[in-house]
């Protein structure tokens, strides 16, 4: 067994993830001892991989896609944050065996804008969100917690766009998803949390002609970093974000709690990371 702390992301699949390259190219360039590697797990293999990686020297990981819901059954503490998503994306592994699990979709969504934007302030107006999956869920609480005065969700599937509602109370706003373009007049903040516009899948329709100049716009979708909805934003004149710095900036809790180095997230890191 090696003393090197180890770290990894735990998915299926899992090859896509760019994870791996991230925080190694960190460790590399704070020149920090370990390993980050990506780890296939299936769900039935996911409580005994969860027992068995601090045996192997592992302190944390990251948790993805599928599993980022069911993890939070093996966690013994749970911020208030993974909590209120229902979710844990970062994982940390006490001496004792015990699982902390935390949630920073939210602060990499936030961390990302407010980098891309400085000037960009939440509290200014109504959030329109396309979208209500998990993403959609970490950014509502993030957005809620930031100030944002209105939440407008527009959902394909009107009825988990309703759950979001119940769930985080009064402040959020439904709109059908055939009226999508509707929420768009007077929104502060416009986020696109849907895999529209991603590279295989299909085409992000809904129109901007009512986006204001002053929005700031950003897409969870980073491949390709330019999405033809930043492009359209950017065509009426708004500021846009594009996804990439969330994935990167969402890292950057684990990387600390971790290896005991806060990283930057700059154009050198994303860089690596496209490499
Ligand atoms: P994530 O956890 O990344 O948010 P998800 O939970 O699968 O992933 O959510 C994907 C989002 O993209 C959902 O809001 C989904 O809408 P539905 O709830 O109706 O499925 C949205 N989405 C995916 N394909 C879409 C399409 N062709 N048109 C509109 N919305 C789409």
Do not use: C
Not at 81 to 108: S, V
Not at 196 to 225: C, H, R, W
């Amino acid at each position: 067994m090696t003393s090197i702390p180890r770290a990894g992301v735990i998915g299926n699949p899992i090859s896509h993830s760019l994870s791996p390259k991230l925080h190694s190219y960190w460790l590399k360039r704070y020149g920090i001892e370990g390993e980050y590697t990506a780890l296939q797990v299936s769900e039935d293999a996911l409580e005994s991989t969860l027992r068995d990686l601090p045996k192997q020297g592992f302190i944390g990981a990251n948790v993805t896609l599928p599993h980022k819901v069911s993890v939070m059954q093996f966690a013994d503490q749970i911020t208030d944050r993974a909590t209120l998503i229902g979710a844990a994306n970062t994982l940390i592994f006490k001496e004792d065996g015990r699982i902390f699990a935390d949630n920073t979709d939210g602060y990499g969504f936030m961390a990302n804008v407010r980098q891309g934007a400085p000037d960009w302030d939440p509290k200014a107006g109504p959030a329109a969100i396309f979208g209500a999956g998990g993403a959609a869920r970490a950014i509502i609480v993030a957005l809620a917690d930031a100030g944002v005065p209105e939440i407008i969700i527009a959902n394909r599937t009107r009825p988990k766009a309703e759950a979001l509602r119940a769930d985080f109370g009064a402040r959020v706003r439904v709109v059908d998803w055939v009226q999508a373009d509707q929420m768009l007049d007077g929104a502060n903040t416009v986020i696109n949390t849907t895999s529209l516009g991603m590279v295989g899948a299909q085409e992000f329709k809904v129109s901007l002609d009512a986006l204001s100049k002053d929005a700031v716009v950003t897409d969870i979708v980073y491949n390709p970093l330019r999405t033809p909805f930043l492009k359209a934003a950017e065509a009426k004149g708004a500021r846009t974000v594009d996804g990439l710095g969330m994935l990167l900036h969402q890292g950057v809790p684990g990387f600390e709690r971790w290896f005991g180095k806060r990283p930057e997230v700059d154009d050198a890191t994303r860089a690596a990371v496209l490499a």
